[in-house]
């Protein structure tokens, strides 16, 4: 080759880690690549020798950094936390000034702000970027969310924009590639500068909790169709493969349609049915709910679909207990084509609302960290590659892009109008599930925050009366501005309140 020098490094050849290589180097970018195990390294460079840029194998870290056009770029895709300080810590003492690490792991924001004060303490740059899309993802165009240094990613920039994946300017549609590896020409790419220190992590932790309730929420509509009207998972799959035509169009939407279609290799069975009920998770889901409720912000349906989970992990308490504690539901009396329609419905009001409360959060932390985030970019992004890539995300780009300061999704025309005309339904649903025993916690938890985020008055005077009553917590007046506190002697209730 003519080059001397790589245009990029990655430190990782993990599946991830050599699709997001391979992707590159397609793309005309040479590529260093390193792993702690030279076997791997030279088994993958290897088999990959024709690309349009090309991969070179180093045995050690020194090679790796020698091989790099300065400022170099170093893309770290490795196990997050203890993995990556330790790879961090190994690499930093061979780089010079102004050099860039870019960590592409499932890292906690908090680890991304903290490294990006140290590395910078000694003169180096530092990219918490998230990726999303999975294996397929990275290979062939992932979602991506860098945050850090602006004038370190304006480096990166080309190469982010190049292997990302692209939508159509118009429709917001992802634009689909020929053949394996061929670069897709035009479109608007699915990467953005997201804003300083963590911020590029703490919104993929957000995508990732979306992500969660995404899924549940599906989960949901499967299983009413599946005990309510008795469907089997290929008629199931049937309705998913025609959601997946209109609104509800979208990736997981998508994948849902063919794994219940999928038959059991082993036994010719559905393969769903094939499949133990206990959901694993890596933690993202959870520290989106924990960094809600640091922030006092409502996301109470992302954290159904942790919650839903660890239920699901304790099946021999859940065998044991369905013996104990029985229900006889009674028999489904309805039109089952209305029925169905009506989990439509549910399933797309339950989606606005949990999308609706990540943007909350999202909006929430920007005031926590000192961030400024463009909530109309970040859907913008999520249109393609990322793995909740759906056609509504257009309608999200489109609702920001009218008013920026949005305070809430359920505020925007369109989905006010969404969802004040499906509620029926979606009350039907849930009504119909709880009636029969079904859990539906995603729906229901949607439905709560939806009633309560509509409602002029809650409960919560009489729960400040009680605070009040047991601990002195004082309480504001419903007849006094705004801001000011009273208590009431309550051992001597005739006593006048007093103002704190």
């Not at 061979?94 to 003169?123: H, M, S, V, Y």
């Not at 990302?164 to 061929?182: C, F, H, L, N, P």
């Not at 729960?463 to 208590?487: I, S, W």
Request: charged share 20%; aromatic share 8%.
């Amino acid at each position: 080759m003519s080059q001397k020098f790589s245009d990029i490094g990655l430190v990782g050849l993990a599946v991830m880690g050599q699709n997001l290589a391979l992707n590159m180097a397609d793309h005309g970018f040479r590529v260093s690549v390193y792993n702690r195990t030279k076997e791997k390294t030279d088994e993958f460079v290897g088999k990959h020798t024709s690309t349009p840029g090309g991969l070179l194998g180093c045995a050690t870290l020194k090679d790796f950094v020698a091989s790099l056009q300065t400022p170099r770029k170093i893309i770290l895709l490795v196990k997050a936390g203890a993995g990556t300080d330790a790879v961090i810590n190994e690499l930093a003492p061979l780089l010079d000034k102004q050099d860039i690490i870019i960590d592409c792991g499932n890292a906690n924001w908090n680890d991304t702000i903290r490294r990006e004060k140290a590395l910078t303490a000694q003169g180096l740059r530092f990219i918490g970027s998230g990726i999303s899309g999975g294996e397929e993802g990275a290979r062939f165009g992932p979602s991506l969310m860098p945050g850090g240094d602006p004038a370190a990613y304006s480096l990166l920039e080309p190469i982010w924009n190049s292997v990302a994946s692209k939508v159509d300017e118009k429709t917001g549609r992802e634009i689909k590639g020929g053949k394996a590896g061929e670069p897709v020409k035009g479109g608007v790419p699915c990467a953005a500068y997201i804003g300083p220190n963590g911020a590029g992590h703490y919104v993929k932790m957000v995508h990732n909790g979306i992500e969660y309730g995404d899924m549940q929420m599906i989960c949901e509509a499967y299983e009413v169709m599946r005990k309510l009207l008795g469907m089997g998972a290929a008629e199931i799959g049937q309705v998913f493969a025609q959601w997946n035509q209109g609104e509800l169009n979208s990736y997981l939407v998508e994948i849902t349609a063919e794994v219940l279609a999928q038959k059991d290799p082993a036994t010719g069975a559905a393969f769903v049915d094939c499949v133990l009920d206990t959901a694993g998770q890596k933690g993202t889901g959870k520290w989106t709910s924990v960094s809600a409720l640091d922030m006092g912000t409502p996301a109470p349906t992302i954290a159904e679909a942790v919650f839903a989970r660890c239920m699901s992990a304790v099946k021999e308490e859940r065998v044991n207990a369905s013996k104990i504690l029985s229900f006889s539901a009674p028999a489904f009396q309805g039109d089952k084509a209305e029925m169905v329609s009506a989990i439509r419905d549910a399933l797309y009001c339950s989606k606005i609302c949990s999308y609706a409360q990540g943007f909350q959060l999202m909006r929430d932390a920007q005031k926590e960290f000192n961030w400024k985030l463009d909530f109309g970019k970040i859907a913008q992004i999520w249109r393609g590659g990322c793995i909740i890539r759906a056609a509504f995300l257009q309608k999200i780009t489109e609702a920001f892009q009218q008013d920026p300061a949005l305070p809430n999704l359920l505020l925007d025309g369109y989905f006010s109008k969404t969802v004040h005309g499906a509620q029926v339904n979606w009350r039907k649903v849930v009504g119909a599930a709880v009636a029969h025993g079904i859990a539906v916690p995603t729906f229901s938890s949607a439905l709560a925050y939806f009633d309560g985020y509509r409602s002029a008055e809650l409960p919560q005077n009489l729960l400040q009366a009680q605070r009040d009553y047991f601990g002195a917590h004082t309480y504001e007046r419903v007849d006094q501005p705004r801001g000011q506190f009273y208590h009431i002697d309550w051992q001597d209730s005739k006593r006048p309140q007093s103002r704190v």
